[in-house]
């Protein structure tokens, strides 16, 4: 080999080894280069949805300090709900902490009976308030001595109990979060003992970006870090205090700790009422909306999910005995995932750690009717044009497939007409809970007419909602 062939070898090999390196540092530039989470691509937005999408049915629980007064101060029942009687009363930080905090002694929590009553209720998920307006942490923070290991006598990390217990029981676990905090002096405002601020107002604390920065922040990476919450649901993002540009950089903060986190509207400003869809006034971050006490009118191309109480409070309230039905809560589940949202429902355990009996009974009871009917509803998809038909009718459809539910809110006649799903021919219709396929005819105009024999109703008598399996499709011609 020759002198020359030997340089332009060397050469070669010069040349490749500058080139790989090159490329090494580009592309370990793209791999520290931060993920902007605020413009995720649908596909990833969708791929990270998927599993909360198909959950539908989730539990809420509200609970802390205030459950220890029960809605009553100085022998007097104070107006407004439970969770919120350090502002409505008002009472003052330091007695707050005497009468509420130092007594929140719940002895008789067991983190394994909630995942199982869950779990029985057909839970998919569930959120509790690890730090409500009140400013005191469930959790043992290291950012603060006001939680429940440090400030308490009962000494034990509710957090990392009752995440355990989840996991066993396959339920996905969320915290709940407020951005207010009425103990935190750099966070309760400048009206201090009037903790809050209207809508609107524009009264704010100037020492609100530290709190935000050396407070906040940090106590949320102290959830995701120990608790590993999928979700993290925000509240109280309506003071004046926190911005639309914390809110987008708060998600993109939390968002680098865990790319999965699912996070609601509220960690932004965008929330439009109780209503609780985002304004169309400029973008926001956050993956879903979150009516308060009320289900949409309609069917959303977007993720919401409506929160509720099963009576008029979200914390506990000793005298509060409104209760709704059971029927009343079948029908707003059944009626929400019909328009593409999700149900989230309260409990507010009582202060020694119990969930009150009036919400076991019934969480217990919407559990029977999801282990016969629960295939209408997990999983399923809002039909393309018609998620209704009348007053007592919704649908819904088995995800990617041609199966379809017509839901009777009342009981059944025996002739049930359905117009908006065309069965397909020689397939058979069933009721759910009755193994007897049913007779049935159709005509574009009259409909799909289904028989439904009186022993097979009377048989279901106890039911609250009656569900129609159909192999078809969407008749989107009327």
């Given amino acids: 080999m020759t002198k020359d062939s030997l340089f332009k070898i060397a050469s070669i090999l010069l040349i490749c080894l500058f080139s790989c390196k090159q490329e090494k540092r580009e592309l370990e530039a793209v791999l520290q280069k931060p993920v902007d989470y605020l413009n995720e691509s649908s596909e990833d ?84 308030t690890s730090k409500h307006h009140d400013g005191f942490a469930l959790w043992d ?14 000494h034990r990390d509710i957090l990392k109990e009752l995440s355990e217990a989840c996991k066993k029981q396959g339920i996905k676990f969320g915290l709940y979060y407020s ?20 809508r609107g107002e524009t009264r704010t604390n100037p020492e ?67 209503q609780g869809m985002d304004k169309d006034d400029m973008d926001y971050a956050g993956d879903f909306g979150t009516p308060e006490q ?18 008029k409070t979200w914390g506990y309230k000793s005298y509060d005995d409104e209760w709704k039905s059971t029927e009343t809560l079948v029908h707003n589940l059944i009626d929400a995932v019909s328009k593409r949202g999700n149900y989230l429902l309260n409990v507010g355990p009582r202060p020694d750690g ?5 919400s076991v009974a019934r969480l217990n009871e919407i559990g029977d009717w999801l282990k016969t009917n629960g295939e209408a509803i997990y999983g399923t998809e809002t039909l393309q044009k018609n998620y209704k038909e009348g007053e007592y009718v919704r649908y819904t459809r088995q995800k990617g ?62 039911s609250y909602a009656w569900v129609f399996k159909i192999n078809g499709e969407e008749r989107t011609d009327i």
């Fill in 401 to 462: 497939a041609n199966v379809y539910y017509g839901i009777s809110l009342q009981k059944p006649k025996e002739k049930m007409v359905l117009n908006m799903v065309k069965a397909e021919e020689n397939s058979k219709i069933y009721l759910l809970g009755n193994p007897e396929p049913l007779e049935w005819n159709y005509s574009d105009e009259i409909g799909l007419v289904i028989k439904v024999p009186k022993s097979t109703v009377k048989s279901l008598d106890s």
């Fill in 141 to 154: 923070s290291k950012v603060s001595k006001y939680d429940i290991i440090d400030f308490t006598t009962f």
């Fill in 179 to 198: 951005i207010m905090d009425w103990h935190h002096p750099q966070a309760q405002g400048n009206y201090y003992p009037k903790y809050n601020v209207k």
């Fill in 294 to 311: 009320e289900i949409l009118g309609t069917a959303s191309e977007l993720d919401w999910e409506s929160c509720m109480t099963m009576n």
């Fill in 208 to 274: 609100f970006p530290n709190y935000y920065e050396e407070y906040m922040k940090p106590q949320l990476k102290e959830l995701i870090d120990n608790y590993d919450p999928e979700i993290l649901w925000f509240d109280g993002e309506w003071i004046s205090d926190y911005t639309h540009e914390m809110g987008q950089e708060l998600y993109q903060y939390l968002r680098e700790l865990k790319p999965s986190i699912i996070i609601n509207n509220r960690v932004d400003k965008g929330r439009k009422s109780m």
């Fill in 45 to 128: 937005f969708n791929n990270r949805m998927e599993w909360w999408r198909d959950a539908k049915f989730g539990m809420f629980i509200h609970w802390g300090p205030y459950a220890v007064l029960g809605g009553t101060y100085k022998g007097e029942k104070i107006d407004g709900i439970g969770e919120w009687i350090m502002d409505k009363a008002p009472i003052p930080v330091k007695e707050y902490e005497q009468i509420a905090a130092m007594e929140f002694k719940p002895f008789q929590f067991d983190a394994d009976k909630w995942a199982r009553l869950m779990k029985d209720a057909g839970m998919k998920y569930m959120v509790i």
């Fill in 354 to 358: 119990i969930i009150p009996e009036p």
